[in-house]
């Protein structure tokens, strides 16, 4: 893991001196492509000065809010589909409906529906997120070896008792690979959201960068999502290794 790590580090430095050295031969102009070193300049600037830090905070507020919104929805949807073939026979064309229609299209009505501000953003992000974790939730809750939930029944367990017990702790590995994907897409959703109609925000500093011709800020501000989402994703995967890790209490329950 820590050769693969050092390998994916080289191969991104790799990377980025190519951009320098491309960028300088070729005498780009920074308003087309910015060289890393005058983007990593605009970065440091943005953050020694403060300028940065109230919009990486508002979308992070709005990220979290979203995806706590978005999974709480889609975990507790996925159960109810997932337990209930009838339910999900007569909702899940609804839920699939929901996704098919583009996002971005649904935010100027949640700005009518919702006002100016985090709201929008929040419910556009939780809209974004929730549908992995539901459906991976309802996939490996109906997707149970037939032979331990036979030994549940003969063990006369309750339902809940199976539900918690024998399909959830069996399907963790898929509902935090749907977790992981609802973390990236809950940053797509903020700052996708950010675009219209707000004023602060990583997604709202892109668009006064575009509009002041300042490319450099504008990769400054892709660096910080970057950064910040890659942060979020690994942050899913230490707590998706803590949960299954054998000697976690979740990871060894019994009947």
């Given at each position: 893991?820590?050769?693969?790590?050092?390998?994916?580090?080289?191969?991104?430095?790799?990377?980025?001196?190519?951009?320098?050295?491309?960028?300088?031969?070729?005498?780009?102009?920074?308003?087309?492509?910015?060289?890393?070193?005058?983007?990593?300049?605009?970065?440091?600037?943005?953050?020694?000065?403060?300028?940065?830090?109230?919009?990486?905070?508002?979308?992070l507020?709005?990220?979290?809010?979203?995806?706590?919104?978005?999974?709480?929805?889609?975990?507790?949807?996925?159960?109810?589909?997932?337990?209930?073939?009838?339910?999900?026979?007569?909702?899940?064309?609804?839920?699939?409906?929901?996704?098919?229609?583009?996002?971005?299209?649904?935010?100027?009505?949640?700005?009518?529906?919702?006002?100016?501000?985090?709201?929008?953003?929040?419910?556009?992000?939780?809209?974004?997120?929730?549908?992995?974790?539901?459906?991976?939730?309802?996939?490996?809750?109906?997707?149970?070896?037939?032979?331990?939930?036979?030994?549940?029944?003969?063990?006369?367990?309750?339902?809940?008792?199976?539900?918690?017990?024998?399909?959830?702790?069996?399907?963790?590995?898929?509902?935090?690979?749907?977790?992981?994907?609802?973390?990236?897409?809950?940053w797509?959703?903020a700052?996708?959201?950010?675009?219209?109609?707000?004023?602060?925000?990583?997604?709202?500093?892109?668009?006064?960068?575009?509009?002041?011709?300042?490319?450099?800020?504008?990769?400054?501000?892709?660096?910080?999502?970057?950064?910040?989402?890659?942060?979020?994703?690994?942050?899913?995967?230490?707590l998706?290794?803590?949960?299954?890790?054998?000697?976690?209490?979740?990871?060894?329950?019994t009947?």
């Amino acid at each position: 893991m820590k050769r693969d790590a050092l390998f994916a580090t080289l191969l991104g430095l790799a990377c980025l001196a190519t951009w320098e050295v491309a960028v300088r031969v070729g005498h780009t102009s920074p308003l087309v492509l910015p060289a890393p070193s005058v983007v990593a300049q605009s970065l440091w600037q943005g953050l020694s000065s403060g300028y940065l830090w109230p919009h990486i905070a508002h979308t992070l507020t709005e990220v979290v809010l979203g995806l706590l919104l978005g999974a709480s929805m889609g975990f507790a949807g996925g159960v109810a589909l997932g337990e209930s073939a009838r339910l999900r026979g007569v909702l899940m064309p609804y839920v699939v409906i929901s996704q098919v229609v583009p996002k971005l299209a649904l935010a100027p009505l949640f700005i009518v529906w919702f006002g100016f501000g985090t709201l929008p953003t929040v419910v556009m992000t939780a809209l974004i997120c929730f549908f992995p974790l539901l459906e991976n939730t309802a996939t490996c809750v109906q997707q149970v070896d037939p032979n331990k939930l036979e030994l549940f029944r003969m063990l006369r367990a309750s339902p809940w008792q199976t539900l918690w017990r024998l399909k959830l702790p069996a399907g963790l590995p898929n509902i935090m690979a749907g977790v992981r994907v609802a973390v990236v897409l809950a940053w797509v959703g903020a700052v996708v959201g950010e675009f219209i109609g707000a004023s602060r925000g990583l997604g709202a500093l892109i668009i006064a960068a575009q509009g002041s011709m300042d490319t450099p800020l504008m990769f400054a501000v892709l660096t910080v999502i970057t950064v910040c989402g890659l942060a979020f994703y690994k942050a899913c995967e230490g707590l998706e290794r803590y949960l299954l890790n054998p000697s976690s209490d979740f990871s060894t329950r019994t009947p």
